[in-house]
């Protein structure tokens, strides 16, 4: 019987690229007892894979051993959101004045192009040069109202992403501990999308941008004060 809870979608072969299934085993001894197990292993859809299976239990702990290196310590969780407050004030305090810059631009279009039918009205230009006058006014005017509905999404647009991404990292110590395995399969598809693979029963992993940066900041934490670290770190501040 295949049952894939923990790692369907998430585990992928590292020989031949394959998913990694899970399989149920049932052991009855002659004594009575019985033994449920698990194993995990290529799916092999593709042909011939040499890759072994592998228990649940030792992958599952694998797993847990991995995650750990993409807890966010509060402090740090403390110190990003700081920031973050800091540079959305900023940056709607840019975005106000840019925005009263563009929209003060697209009044003085309008009014160019009230000016421009009366004089078509009063035949002061002939209709050729209406029409060629009128679409290019008209194409700045679009181009003016797309960028006022840029500034105003902007300054927030990565906010939002920013916070979510602080809770699930600062909240993964506790997802690690749970015994939670769909949980932990969430974080995991967070951490890694589809980069995380299995290869002689070992698993591999290549961390999304802003969790490879988290990871960084562990490794050079014992050469580093954590305030540096948290003031610089390529990825995880906004893009």
């Known amino acids: 019987m295949n049952s894939s809870p923990l790692h369907a979608q998430v585990l992928r072969c590292a ?22 197990y698990t194993y995990y292993h290529c799916t092999k859809k593709k042909g011939h894979c040499s890759q072994p299976c592998v228990r649940e239990e030792a992958l599952a702990g694998q797993l847990s051993d991995v995650l750990k ?6 402090d740090w969780a403390t110190e990003l959101l700081k920031m973050a407050g800091r540079d ?9 004045v840019a925005s009263q810059a563009t929209r003060e631009e697209i009044t003085a279009i309008s009014k160019k192009l009230h000016i421009l039918l ?6 002061d230009i002939d209709r050729e040069q209406y029409r060629e006058q009128k679409a290019e006014l008209l194409s700045r005017k679009k181009l003016l109202e797309e960028k006022m509905a840029e500034l105003s999404q902007g300054v927030i647009a990565w906010l939002e992403p920013l916070r979510g991404w602080v809770k699930d990292a600062e909240n993964a110590g506790e997802t690690i501990v749970l015994p939670s395995l769909p ?7 967070k951490i890694f999308g589809s980069n995380l693979y299995l290869k002689n029963k070992e698993i591999e992993f290549v961390p999304q941008t802003q969790w490879a940066a988290l990871c960084a900041a562990h490794q050079k934490i014992s050469e580093n004060a954590s305030c540096f670290i948290l003031e ?4 995880i501040e906004p893009v």
């Open 69 to 74: 290196k993409f807890i966010l310590p509060s």
């Open 15 to 36: 020989e031949c690229g394959c998913s990694i299934t899970g399989e149920a085993k049932v052991k009855r001894q002659k004594n009575g007892n019985v033994h449920h």
């Open 183 to 189: 949980l932990k399969k969430s974080l995991a598809q």
């Open 88 to 96: 959305e004030k900023e940056a709607v305090q840019s975005s106000a």
């Open 232 to 235: 610089r770190v390529t990825g």
């Open 118 to 123: 009366e004089a078509r009205l009063d035949e």
